[in-house]
């Protein structure tokens, strides 16, 4: 790196590959969700140098976090919620990423960071509810005997055709023995 914008510039890009090298948006937004919340181990020397080290530290946490919470927030513009419990999970780990930044930029007096990533955040959680709300919620669903997923498919939905969806969403083990409890989308 030969200047401070190079490794900002880097920052972003490896934020962007942890985004594109993740095959499902779910998998994107759970490794930037980890960068998200990187805070470097705080340095223990007191000396001059350990104080300049320790103020580098901060500020390439912060580079880092921020990157990675731009990133988190492409790819919750990307994510297709299963649910409407889905999407206001998804916005409360992204709005709650990008609550933390903001306060610390808000407390460093950074103003134009502080604006930006409070547009972002808007955004973020007009986009996720807009769509969440178009979507079925999840519902607890039991039954005295363990049956088939068509079967319990046809009495939730009238459609065995959905039994695979409900095969994913409990997670049996095997799709002719359902769990007789385990949560599933309610329509």
Excluded: W
């Excluded at 890009?13 to 998998?27: M, N, P, Q």
């Excluded at 007009?126 to 769509?131: E, G, K, N, Q, V």
């Amino acid at each position: 790196m030969s200047n401070a914008n190079d490794f900002a510039v880097a920052a972003q890009e490896l934020a962007a590959a942890l985004y594109g090298a993740a095959v499902k948006r779910a998998d994107a937004l759970r490794l930037l969700s980890i960068l998200a919340d990187f805070f470097p181990d705080e340095v223990t020397s007191t000396s001059v140098i350990g104080s300049a080290m320790g103020v580098m530290q901060e500020a390439t946490g912060e580079l880092f976090r921020r990157a990675a919470i731009v990133a988190l927030a492409r790819a919750s513009a990307e994510y297709e919620p299963t649910s409407a419990d889905d999407a206001a999970a998804v916005r409360q780990t992204v709005c709650g990423a990008l609550d933390a930044e903001i306060i610390s930029a808000g407390d460093q007096g950074q103003d134009a960071t502080f604006n930006a990533l409070r547009a972002l955040r808007a955004a973020v959680s007009h986009d996720l509810a807009t769509r969440g709300a178009q979507l079925a919620g999840i519902a607890s669903v039991g039954s005295n005997l363990s049956m088939p997923a068509p079967v319990v498919a046809q009495r939730l939905y009238r459609n065995p055709v959905r039994s695979d969806e409900l095969v994913s969403q409990a997670n049996p083990i095997h799709p002719a023995f359902m769990p007789t409890k385990f949560k599933a989308l309610s329509s």
